[in-house]
Every structure is written in C-alpha cells, then in structure tokens.
C-alpha cells in the first residue's frame, strides 16, 4: 500500500544507541521516514524522544549507529544537513532581548536560501510584529516564530519537538494546517514529537512509538491502530493465557483492560480467525494511540511481553 | 463530487473516501477518464494522512475502479472495464445473498422471491 520511494529517505536511523551516565540508554534506534510524509514520534516523558532528536541536530555525540537526512551522513555532512533541516523546540532558543524583526536579520546570515520575503509573509501570517521583543512573546507566539524561521530557509525536513504543547485548538489546528500545505510539494518531510495524539490521527503518514529508549514499533500509522485490540471483561474472565499474551494490562475491582497483538486475537480467544472479533463474550474494541502507549507501560504488564527482540 | 468524513462512523477513513469515490463513478457522477482529485490536494482539504488517500486510491485502482498514471494521477476508468465488471457482480451477489436471507427470514418461495426480482428488474429498466 505505500507509495513508490526511489528517492532516498527523508531521514534514515540505523542502529542508533547513546548510553548517558544516569543509566538512561537510547538503545538501537532504526527508524526510515520516505520523503513527502510527516512522522510522529511518540512515548512518554523520559522514552528517548528528545534524544532521539538532539542526535539527529548532532547536538549529543552518539555512541553507535548512522543517521542520514536526504541522504547525508547527518556528521560527515553536517552542514549542507543542517541546510536542509528547519527546526522547531519545545521553547525558544533566540536571545530573550532581540526583537522579532533581529531574529529574522540574524537567521538570513546564516542560511544561503534565506527567503525574505516568505519570513515577512509568515510573520503576518501569524501576527508577530517585527518590534517585539522575544521576552514578550507567549509560548505560543514563539512557537510560530520558530516555525516562521523554520519554514523560511527552504528546508526539507522540518523537526518539531513538541510544537503543540500549550497552544490551544485553534493554533494546534492552524500548525497541522501548515504541515499539510508544507508537504504538499512531496519533496519535503515532517518529524514531530507529541503528546497530544489526536494531532497524529489528523496528519501522521507513519509513527514511531519509543518507550524506555527503545523502538516500540515504526512503520505506517493505520498499521499501528490495526495492530492493536483492546479486549474488556469481568475479572474471572482473565484467563493465564490472556494475561501471558497481552501486551499491556490494567486490573480493576470489577474487570480489565488487556491490549493485544490483533494477530494474537484469535488464539487467545481460542477461535477461529475472522470470527474471534464476533462472537467473545469479551467486549473487543479498537486500540487508541493513547491506549497503546498507556497499556504498554501500564504497571500489571509482564515486562518484554510481547515486545520484539 | 461530495467527499466528507465522518469521524464517528467507525468505519475506517481510507474506507469511507473509497466507498464515496466509487459510488459516485458508478452513479455516473464522475465519469470515464476524468482525473481524481491531486492525492496530496485532498489530504490537506479533507485533514487526513497522505497515506491514507493513497490507500484508498491503490485499493480503487485493485478494484479497477480508476486507474494511476505515474506522475500523471489518477483517472476513472470506463464502467465496463473487466475489473470494474467482477467488483460489480460481486456486490450484485452478496446484495441478492442478503436479499434471500430477508426472503427466508419471511418465510417467501424461491417462487415468490424470483417474482420479486423480475418485478425489481423491470421498474430499474424503464
């Protein structure tokens, strides 16, 4: 069902790890994310997610693996990738005292397709006046003026890390607008990270979900909900089999919630496959993201059941 | 052509543009040789993943329902094209499926239900 991909890949992962101090690893990270689609990136607080994209920017040194943008070795060519990559962080990284008129001043000497033009339009776009300084921005302004630089260098894969976090409907509605637009052309790729999975189900062509520094999956987004069910019953109908083959389980006074593998559906239902979905006694219900993620690190889960070695 | 989505339906996005799309070629409201909407175009206006129109267009295009020309987009095929024929004669045969259901559920003759569909017939052709 995916599209044709000659081209090289927007962004290339292999076998990516960083081991911190603390203990924290980032541990063999592949992901491939083909031009022309956005990707989210999802998991929890502490999964990986802004490490994952601190090595990408080459902010953090890595300890094995490659990354490609487009192609090129995100170090060896690290200028012409940092080129062709605008980003955008979870809170503002200009001086608090410039005015937004500086930041646009600034950012053309360093990027050689600087498009003047196309920063003025954003900036009226998003209503940032040129005299403002950064300090007086809201979190949300800032947010857009990061977006304004982002979106103004002619860059080909736009790295958000969070970028709806604090803002409300209207403006989360307005920057998944923009993704849109910006990907149109199909030369030109999103990564963003989120919490809020709802913005995901408008836009994400594909997901990769990291929890505790691995990949949980990554792969087209429709095949990660399909993936999923997510099975209801009254405590005794807990059977050892299901607890064994579930993915994730929570156990309340009155029932529980097992998230598993729609390929495992049938045989924990001890049916035959196609008719398993009709005919338990169990309620079966499509899984959420958020269900995925809140099962998957839901406290009752055996640990690695069912995670890929 | 109408496209809109539901999102409490249920029923998957990529199945609910397929379904629309090949009902409005089979109405004849998009006809032979006219051009889908751009892929990407649509996905921005109807706030949906790429890849999900892309699903549904490859599926349609499996159906025979439209046909893709690389770099070109995509083109509705002519209704009486052989793919587009077994899709056709495949929904004609799970519609009579439930019909003799219904019919049995009713306690109706073969008879009778034969009747019934020659009646149906003849009113579809004037």
């Known amino acids: 069902m995916t599209a044709p991909h000659q081209e090289p890949m927007a962004l290339s992962v292999t076998g990516l790890t960083k081991r911190y101090a603390s203990g924290f690893t980032l541990d063999d990270v592949t992901l491939d994310l083909p031009m022309g689609y956005i990707m989210g990136l999802i998991g929890p607080n502490g999964a990986g997610k802004s490490t994952l994209i601190k090595l990408i920017l080459n902010m953090v040194r890595r300890d094995a693996g490659t990354i490609e943008v487009l192609g090129l070795d995100n170090i060896a060519r690290e200028e012409d990738v940092k080129r062709n990559i605008g980003v955008v962080f979870d809170s503002s990284y200009f001086v608090e005292t410039w005015t937004v008129g500086k930041v646009g001043r600034v950012m053309r000497g360093f990027y050689e397709r600087w498009d003047d033009a196309g920063f003025a339009a954003h900036l009226r776009r998003f209503g940032l006046e040129e005299t403002k300084k950064i300090k007086e921005l809201s979190r949300g302004m800032q947010m857009k003026l990061m977006l304004a630089v982002a979106l103004s260098h002619d860059a080909r894969l736009l790295i958000l890390d969070e970028p709806t976090s604090g803002l409300d409907v209207i403006a989360r509605d307005e920057l998944m607008d923009l993704l849109a637009v910006y990907i149109e052309p199909g030369d030109r790729s999103v990564l963003f990270s989120t919490h809020i999975t709802a913005d995901l189900e408008r836009s994400a062509d594909f997901l990769t979900y990291i929890t505790g520094g691995r990949v949980y999956y990554t792969g087209p987004r429709e095949e990660f909900e399909e993936s999923f069910r997510l099975l209801k019953g009254g405590p005794e109908e807990l059977t050892g089999a299901l607890a064994g083959a579930a993915v994730g389980l929570r156990r309340y006074e009155t029932g529980f919630d097992a998230l598993v593998r729609t390929e495992d559906l049938a045989r924990i239902l001890g049916m035959p496959d196609g008719v398993a979905d009709a005919v338990s006694s169990l309620a079966v219900e499509p899984a959420s993201i958020d269900d995925v993620i809140l099962l998957t690190n839901a406290d009752d889960t055996a640990p690695d059941a069912g995670k890929e070695d | 052509m ?26 004849g409201e998009l006809k032979a040789g006219e051009a889908l909407p751009s892929l990407r175009k649509l996905a921005k206006e109807l706030r949906v993943s790429v890849l999900t129109v892309t699903r549904a267009y490859n599926e349609l295009a499996d159906e025979g329902v439209v046909r893709n020309v690389q770099g070109k987009g995509c083109f509705v095929m002519d209704r009486g094209n052989e793919a587009m024929r077994r899709t056709l004669a495949g929904q004609a045969e799970q519609s009579l499926d439930e019909a003799c259901a219904a019919a049995r559920a009713a306690g109706m003759t073969p008879k009778e239900l ?3 569909l020659d009646e149906v017939w003849a009113r579809r052709s004037s």
């Open chain 2, 2 to 27: 109408r496209l809109i989505i539901s999102s409490v339906s249920g029923e998957p996005i990529y199945e609910q543009i397929k379904t629309q799309i090949r009902d409005a070629v089979l109405s």
């Open chain 2, 114 to 116: 034969h009747g019934l």
